[in-house]
């Protein structure tokens, strides 16, 4: 029988709802014990969805509480900092929703409370997109089957915001998402994670709809946060990264990574669609390695984590900091207009 694993969930959002109580639910012995979110009403709703018994009014009731091993943090980055420290703190495991924090600061303290409790998991939801491919890219790039890797090319465009009348989105709010811009930090988390650190970045961004009306106060909020969004940056390895990132793009060509090596292209359409063309031949299709194309295992792996004593690979709060500096230094180019080294931030 498996050791018995209660967790509380604070902020169960979309995302709780849709992966992480399934998933958490689904592994023989975890049991969920609280539920607390920004409402009685909608505690209650996922409280009666997946037969939560206690629902929380605070968030201190789910830390000072003796009969919880486990947080699931899902709220909106603004809270991740505050509720990741406090949980470890008080002893209880963490699993907390991307992106890790509004800033490289907050990505720090997280990191050091960690580390200060090294016997508790501290784990941070992966950049999905990527799961079922992305062991076999690093192989290839490790066997050098691209040879020298020079160019990559990131494609992240969509439609999305084109229409002015939608709602303001917690994306939109610098408050709520510090100073994070749309998918960036997902596709840098992939990129760092194929190919090693970023060292450097110099982006470019506009705004297109300034303003969303607030359902919440009822009026019209201003936003600064890009939906047009140029980076390029250097790599650790030496390979030049493009990235275009933009929400007002319509009728745009699906999401594209292609990575340009000196003995071919290896260019990837999300999912599995993965393909290589060595130098003067047709690109052919790359099946994933044998037993590799895992795909969503967040809530296994933490719970292996947890149980089994195994580190965190996806995604631990070393790789959450790296992104998270990546993030600022973005923002720094953007607000001063130059390189900015990530030695910076």
């Known amino acids: 029988m498996a050791d018995p694993l209660r967790v509380a969930f604070i902020g169960a959002g979309a995302n709780t709802t849709l992966r992480h109580l399934p998933g958490l639910l689904a592994i023989e012995g975890v049991t969920a014990i609280a539920v607390c979110n920004r409402s009685t009403q909608s505690s209650q709703r996922v409280a009666d969805e997946f037969g939560i018994s206690r629902i929380e009014d605070d968030p201190a009731a789910i830390f000072a509480a003796d009969d919880i091993d486990a947080i699931c943090i899902g709220t909106w980055p603004y809270r991740h900092r505050d509720y990741t420290v406090r949980a470890l703190e008080s002893g209880k495991h963490v699993l907390c929703e991307a992106r890790m924090a509004m800033n490289a600061s907050e990505a720090r303290e997280m990191l050091a409370a960690s580390q200060q409790r090294e016997d508790l998991v501290a784990q941070l939801v992966p950049g999905p997109m990527d799961l079922l491919v992305w062991r076999t890219i690093k192989r290839l790039v490790k066997e050098r089957v691209l040879g020298e890797i020079r160019e990559v090319h990131v494609d992240v465009t969509n439609g999305s915001a084109i229409d002015r009348s939608l ?162 230094a973005v923002h720094l180019s953007l607000a001063e207009g130059r390189v900015v080294n990530l030695d910076e931030v």
């Open 167 to 328: 709602p303001l989105h917690w994306r939109n709010a610098t408050e709520f998402s510090g100073h994070n811009v749309m998918m960036f930090g997902i596709f840098n988390e992939i990129i760092n994670r194929w190919f090693g650190e970023t060292e450097s970045v110099i982006a470019d961004g506009e705004t297109f709809v300034k303003t969303r009306h607030d359902e919440a106060s009822g009026r019209d909020f201003f936003i600064e946060i890009p939906d047009s969004l140029g980076v390029f940056a250097k790599m650790s390895n030496g390979a030049r990264v493009n990235y275009r990132i933009s929400t007002i793009t319509h009728a745009a060509p699906p999401l594209t990574i292609a990575v340009y090596g000196s003995e071919g292209t290896l260019r990837w359409l999300g999912e599995d669609d993965l393909t290589f063309a060595s130098l003067g031949e047709n690109p052919k299709s790359v099946i994933p390695d044998e037993g590799t194309a895992i795909g969503w295992n967040v809530e296994k792996d933490f719970v292996d984590s947890i149980r089994e004593n195994k580190p965190v690979e996806l995604t631990n709060f070393d790789a959450g900091l790296h992104y998270m500096r990546v993030t600022d």
